[in-house]
């Protein structure tokens, strides 16, 4: 007997799709993509709060250095997407004081 399509997709309901939209990261989930010792890490994008700073994307050596040097002002003067975020997402980083 062969099995129907419902055999060969039990559970596609119950699968979690993750969401892949940029996002900010907390600096916890810095610190756990940098104890990764995954060597074919995602580049992260670095955002500044002041446009005299440009931004882009880095990588996970930068990212460390970036932590080590600017740990104590993340928040208020720079933080870190996921994924490149789009103009408008930029633009409305609520940045601590």
Known sequence: MQPDFHDNFMGLSEMVFVDTSPRIMSMDEIREYLANDDADKDPLWV???SDSVKGGWVLAHTVADLV?????????SWVLWTKKPT???????EWQC
Do not use: D
């Open 68 to 76: 080590r040097r600017y740990e104590a002002i993340f928040g208020s």
């Open 47 to 49: 955002q500044w709060a």
């Open 87 to 93: 103009e408008e997402q930029r633009e409305a980083v």
